[in-house]
């Protein structure tokens, strides 16, 4: 079945730095990917929409040079958290549409960053 | 815009208990309707989708069917067990290959 690879599971990082994270579709192209942000015992809030070889088209109220988003190749989408700080300690999660399911949305294992 | 409203948690039930979260959806058009399950520290898994008015989508014991003149797309199973712990969401999607908007989850705890 289709497979969504997410890296890595978990990170902490300092205050100011950035971190990147990975999600890789394993045995399907994805030409759209989805990054999401929970909050403990909370929804999940969509942040972006990544489309290979174009820009993200980012919801509201989210800082899009604060979170980078490239979609490189059909396989692989990044988000870079950059300057991170305290408050951007969260579970991402990615999830990308596979193509020969109907509606088949395949979410990643997600990220937990904590920020120190 | 499309939203998602599902019963509040925690949900706490007895083994081999009857199960219903509740889910309404606000959307224009035809939606797509869906139920996703996740367990502690993990993302998201597909449970079941119904793509029409009427569909009934069903996995692993647990059923949902749409309905359109309720706006409504709640969750059941028959027997639950301590494995089926988990939080709860329920999704739509306004068309093929959109974005997923979520409801807000519904963490179930069953006890032995």
């Known amino acids: 079945g289709a497979v969504v690879s997410q890296h890595p599971s978990w990170v902490i990082c300092k205050s100011g730095t950035s971190v990147k994270i990975e999600c890789r579709s394993l045995d399907f192209q994805a030409t759209t990917m989805f990054w999401y942000r929970q909050f403990p015992k909370q929804s999940l809030m969509l942040m972006a929409t990544?489309?290979?070889?174009?820009?993200?088209?980012?919801e509201q109220g989210v800082e899009k040079d604060k979170f980078l988003i490239n979609h490189a190749s059909l396989t692989l989408s990044t988000l870079t958290v950059t300057s991170a700080h305290p408050e951007d300690s969260s579970f991402y999660i990615c999830?990308?549409?596979?193509?020969?399911?109907?509606?088949?949305?395949?979410f990643g294992s997600g990220t937990r960053l904590t920020v120190v | 815009g499309n939203s998602v409203t599902q019963m509040e948690g925690p949900v706490t039930l007895s083994e081999e208990a009857f199960l219903t979260i509740n889910c309404t959806y606000t959307a224009t058009g035809y939606p797509s309707l869906f139920w996703y399950v996740q367990y502690p520290g993990e993302g998201l898994q597909l449970l079941l989708k119904?793509?029409?008015?009427?569909d009934k989508g069903s996995n692993k014991g647990f059923e949902a069917t749409y309905r359109k003149e309720t706006t409504s797309f709640h969750l059941e199973k028959g027997s639950v067990q301590v494995s089926d712990s988990a939080v709860y969401f329920c999704?739509?999607?306004?068309?093929?290959?959109?974005?997923?908007?979520f409801g807000q989850g519904t963490e179930l705890s069953v006890k032995p």
């Open positions: 119904a793509t029409k008015a009427d």
């Open positions: 990544s489309n290979e070889g174009s820009k993200a088209t980012y």
């Open positions: 999830s990308a549409i596979n193509p020969a399911g109907s509606y088949g949305y395949t």
């Open positions: 999704a739509l999607s306004a068309a093929e290959g959109g974005k997923l908007i």
